[in-house]
Nanobody, 122 residues
Framework: QVQLVESGGGLVRPGGTLRLSCAAS????????MGWYRQRPGKQREMVAQ???????LYGDDMEGRFTIFRDVTEDMVFLQMNSLKPEDTAIYYC????????????????WGQGTQVTVSS
């Protein structure tokens, strides 16, 4: 099992910046993909950004350019740098991993953090 702990959310004014962090722990053999999802009020959860263990990145619609995902492979951490924030970025942001455990490295399993609130408002 992988445990995820997010931090860095909060209240920010439009145009501001925030950096989210997520630390993974547990019986980790390898984390294939680390990513961020968000759920805006009244909306379905959506992918914000993902990064593989090789550094390949994928961004959701309208995310690339304002958001940057990066990870520290040695520390099993992933970060989301969010710039030029807009009110519509207000959401709960969740960390996600697709990881292989030391118990069974042949299987990749999803894990989710508890979420961190980001509010963009003047």
């Amino acid at each position: 099992q992988v445990q995820l702990v997010e931090s860095g959310g909060g209240l920010v004014r439009p145009g501001g910046t925030l950096r989210l962090s997520c630390a993974a722990s547990g019986s980790i053999f390898r984390i294939d993909v680390m990513g961020w999802y968000r759920q805006r009020p009244g909306k379905q959860r959506e992918m914000v950004a993902q990064i593989t263990h090789l550094g390949a990145t994928l961004y959701g619609d309208d995310m690339e350019g304002r958001f940057t995902i990066f990870r520290d492979v040695t520390e099993d951490m992933v970060f989301l740098q969010m710039n030029s924030l807009k009110p519509e970025d207000t959401a709960i942001y969740y960390c996600n991993t697709k990881a292989r455990s030391t118990d069974d490295p042949s299987v990749t399993r999803d894990s989710w953090g508890q979420g961190t609130q980001v509010t963009v408002s003047s």
